[in-house]
Structures are given as C-alpha cells and as structure tokens.
C-alpha cells in the first residue's frame, strides 16, 4: 500500500513545482525539472526550452520580510518594492542551462488587484499559474501545454458573444474554478458550480458575456483538437509585506491555479 500511494503521488507531483511551507516562510522551494515514479520509473519533465531539454536539480527562491533583494538559487537575484499591505506578484522564469529568473510586477492594494507579469517566451515559466496576454486569445484556440497547471481562474475579459476554445493538453486534469475572487472581476468564469474538472485532452468552449461581464462555460467534450500555437503557462509567486510571508501561487490563497489574466 505504502508503493502504491508513493506512485500515485509521484504522479501527482509536476516537474518545476513551486513550494511554499506549510508554515509561513519566506522560502519557497522550487523543484526538479523530472519526476520519476519509483513504481513505474516512468519520467515526466519540464517542456523544452528552445527546443533543449532543461537540467535542472532544483533550487530556493528567498524572499526580504520587506523591499529588498530577492535572493535566487541558482539564478539571478532580483528586487522588490512593497509597502505595507500591499501584495506583489513574481514570475518566476526557467533558462535552457537552469537558471532561474524573475519579474517583478507592481504593487497592489489587495490580493485581488494583483496582476501577474509578463514574462520572456524564450524562458519557462514556473509553477502553476501565469499570464495570458489579451493577444493570446484572439486566435480563438489556447493550448494549456504545462504538467504543472492545477487550475484555471481567469480569462482576459472577450467582447460581447466572443468564443474561445480551450484544450487540455497538460497530461493531467485540471479545474476550472469558478467566479474566483482572485482574478480581475472582468476576467472571471462563470461554470455554474463551485468548479469543473477538465480531464486531458478535453475541450471546452467559453463565451463571454458582457452583461455579467464574465466567461461562461458553454460546452465540452472529453478529447479535444483544433488549431492554435502550444504555450506553456505556469506559475508566479506572492508575496505580502503584511503578514510578511509568501505563498506559492498554490493558489492566491494557497491552492494551485492558473490567473489567464
């Protein structure tokens, strides 16, 4: 028994995961670029870079309990600038030669109001949740590519009756949250209940209602197929300077997910 359930979480692990304690820190570790099952000794990895395979052992990402240096292992250090109560999103980005980077994006009054930098395409991106760019969605097809998505929260608010097809092609079912309070209140989606699994390689349709000014899930299907460029969508950190800790995007409160806005 104790096998099995090692495999299963094995398999529940994504390569690059960022990790924040369960008690309250200001180090959040960042994992392997593979996971190997000890069962089955199959082998999942972090997407090409560039089309190179990423070698990465792992690393820490440190941050001040104020403004100050953050302190990237391996990598290169990077600052912020936050006031009290204030909430900052950090992006935290992948080379071909593993080495982590990251952007910082602007300080906001509430978690709500975070938004969460644009990075580099020639750099892998983090996590589980990132930024879509409004550009992204016009061709009418986005491909979530990342093992490491958990969730999706947001979308960047459409035009009135506008449709997007979203595929999963993560590897792994993921949920659409629903009405998250952390996205931008125009970004939300609407599933009609309190979330909706998405399994791999399903499909879903999403048209935007500029009424309720919100996305609505308006169909699916369990495999999916279509036109539209692969990107790989991952995960950002935030951090707080009033309760002086910071959370892996595990959720804006501590749950894996994916902001598309």
């Known amino acids: 028994m104790d096998s099995t359930l090692a495999s299963v979480n094995n398999e529940l692990t994504p390569p690059g995961r960022l990790i924040a ?68 999103a950090v992006l935290v980005q992948l ?29 892998l991106s983090l996590g589980s ?36 097809i979203v595929e999963n092609k993560t590897g792994a079912t993921i949920t659409i949250n629903n009405d998250d309070a952390g996205a931008s209140a125009a970004n939300r989606i609407f599933t009609g209940s309190a979330g909706v699994s998405m399994p791999n390689n399903a499909t879903f349709a999403f048209t935007y209602d500029a009424v309720s000014t919100h996305w609505m899930l308006t169909g699916g299907s369990g495999s999916g197929s279509g036109s539209g460029g692969s990107k790989n969508y991952l995960s950002a950190v935030v951090t707080s300077q009033s309760t002086r800790q910071t959370r892996a995007m595990v959720t804006l409160s501590l749950a894996q997910r994916l902001d598309l806005a």
Do not use: C, E, H
Request: aromatic share 4%.
């Open 21 to 88: 304690a369960s008690t309250p820190s200001l180090v959040v570790t960042v994992g392997s670029s593979s996971v190997v099952n000890p069962n089955t000794s199959k082998n999942r990895v972090l997407p090409f870079i560039n089309n190179v395979p990423v070698a990465f052992a792992g690393g820490t990402i440190t941050f001040p309990s104020t403004s100050g240096t953050i302190t990237v292992s391996p990598g290169t250090n990077g600052t912020i600038t936050i006031g009290a109560n204030q909430f900052v």
């Open 129 to 164: 949740a990132a930024t879509l760019q409004a550009a992204d969605i016009l061709g009418g097809v986005v491909r979530l590519t990342n093992g490491s998505l958990v969730s999706v929260s947001g979308i960047p608010a459409g035009a009135a009756g506008q449709v997007l």
């Open 95 to 123: 080379s071909s030669s593993g080495q982590m980077s990251l952007v910082t994006g602007a300080a906001a009054g509430s978690l709500g109001a975070v938004v969460i930098p644009a990075g580099s395409i020639n750099l």
